[in-house]
C-alpha cells in the first residue's frame, strides 16, 4: 500500500512538474509572437505595444482566440516588411501592395 502512494505522489510531482514547464514555454513563444509584431517600434511606443500584447490574452479562453484572415494578412506582410527591414515610405508602399494582394 504504501508502494502505490509514493508511486502516485511521484506521478503528481511530474504532472505538476509539466505543466510548469508547458506554462514557461507558452509564455515564451507569446513573448516571441509579440516581439516579431512589434516590428521596428522604438522606445515608448514599443514599450506601450508590448505590455499590451503580452497582456492580451493572459488568461486562457482568450489565449486560443484564432486570428482573422485580414488578421492574419496583416500579421505576415508586416513580418515581411520588417525582415526586408524596410522604413518610411518604403514600408508603406510594400504593405499597401502587400494588404492589397498585388
Known amino acids: 500500500m504504501r508502494r502505490i502512494g509514493t508511486v502516485l505522489l ?4 511530474l504532472s505538476a512538474t ?7 514555454n507558452s509564455q515564451q513563444d507569446k513573448m516571441k509572437q509579440c516581439n516579431a509584431q512589434a ?3 522604438k522606445g515608448d511606443d ?20 484564432q486570428l482573422t484572415p485580414q488578421q ?10 520588417s ?3 524596410l522604413k518610411g515610405d518604403e514600408r ?11
Open 10 to 13: 511521484a506521478a503528481l510531482l
Open 18 to 24: 509539466m505543466t510548469v514547464v508547458h506554462a514557461d
Open 39 to 41: 516590428g521596428d517600434k
Open 46 to 65: 514599443r514599450k506601450a505595444f508590448m505590455k499590451g500584447c503580452l497582456s492580451a490574452g493572459s488568461g486562457s479562453a482568450t489565449a486560443t482566440k
Open 72 to 81: 492574419q494578412k496583416m500579421k505576415q506582410c508586416n513580418a515581411d516588411a
Open 83 to 85: 525582415a526586408k527591414q
Open 92 to 102: 508603406k508602399s510594400f504593405m499597401s501592395g502587400c494588404l492589397s494582394g498585388k
